[in-house]
Nanobody, 122 residues
């Protein structure tokens, strides 16, 4: 009924920038916190950044000062501006959101996107 679609991944040199987007679509009633997570090869999935519906943000220490998460509630979309990228930022980046649907307006489901690959070359 609802889905998240990420875009914007790709290959970039160290020190470069990328901007990821994640759009929610479907029978959406409400979305609370949205965020970005990443998973590098052989590693566990980890938090990158989150943003509440009110705009409060939270960042992993490893990206603070380099990445910026933002949100357009009218478009049900979040963004991740990634600057000063490092090879260790290489991972599949996943979008996550708590979404209440039109058929279950007070029950938030955790929804994940399919992921977008970010590769940073040294």
């Amino acid at each position: 009924q609802v889905r998240l679609v990420e875009s914007g991944g790709g290959l970039v040199e160290a020190g470069g920038s990328l901007r990821l987007s994640c759009a929610a679509s479907g029978s959406i009633f409400s979305i609370n916190t949205m965020g970005w997570y990443r998973q590098a090869p052989g590693e566990q999935r980890e938090l990158v950044a989150t943003i509440t519906s009110g705009g409060n943000t939270n960042y992993a220490g490893s990206v603070k000062g380099r990445f910026t998460i933002s949100r357009d509630n009218a478009k049900n979309t979040i963004y991740l501006q990634m600057n000063s990228l490092k090879p260790e930022d290489t991972a599949v980046y996943y979008c996550n959101a708590g979404i209440a649907t039109l058929s279950a307006r007070y029950r938030y489901l955790e929804v994940w996107g399919q992921g977008t690959l970010v590769t940073v070359s040294s």
